[in-house]
């Protein structure tokens, strides 16, 4: 059984900083790309930043230059610092991972259960 399991949530002032871990945990094979989306209330989820196992980075313009993602492979953890955070960064973070489990035929997608993150102006 493999699982996504989030940590760092919480309720930050406008500026400020919070840093997102996840942990993916189980009879792992092997963890590909790892990656962080969010969704706000009546929004569709969206994608924030992605790093794959060899640390190639991608962001979503919103967050470029304020936002950093990076992963360790020993822990098969993947962390989001945000700093300069705004009201519209307000949302439920989910922590996604493709990942290749023990007896698996293939890798899947992997999402983890969504941590709310609260800026106030």
């Known amino acids: 059984q493999v699982q996504l399991v989030e940590f760092g949530g919480g309720l930050v002032q406008a500026g400020g900083s919070l840093r997102l871990s996840c942990l993916a945990a189980g009879r792992i094979v092997r963890v590909n790309a790892m990656g962080w989306y969010r969704q706000a209330p009546g929004k569709q989820r969206e994608l924030v930043a992605t790093?794959?196992?060899?640390?190639?980075?991608n962001f979503s313009d919103s967050v470029k230059g304020r936002f950093t993602i990076s992963r360790d492979n020993d822990k098969n953890t993947v962390y989001l610092q945000m700093n300069s955070m705004k009201p519209e960064d307000t949302a439920v973070y989910y922590c996604?991972?493709?990942?290749?489990?023990?007896?698996?035929?293939?890798?899947?997608?992997?999402w983890g259960q969504g941590t709310q993150v609260t800026v106030s102006s």
């Open positions: 790093i794959t196992s060899g640390g190639v980075t």
């Open positions: 996604n991972a493709e990942i290749l489990g023990w007896l698996q035929p293939q890798s899947r997608d992997y």
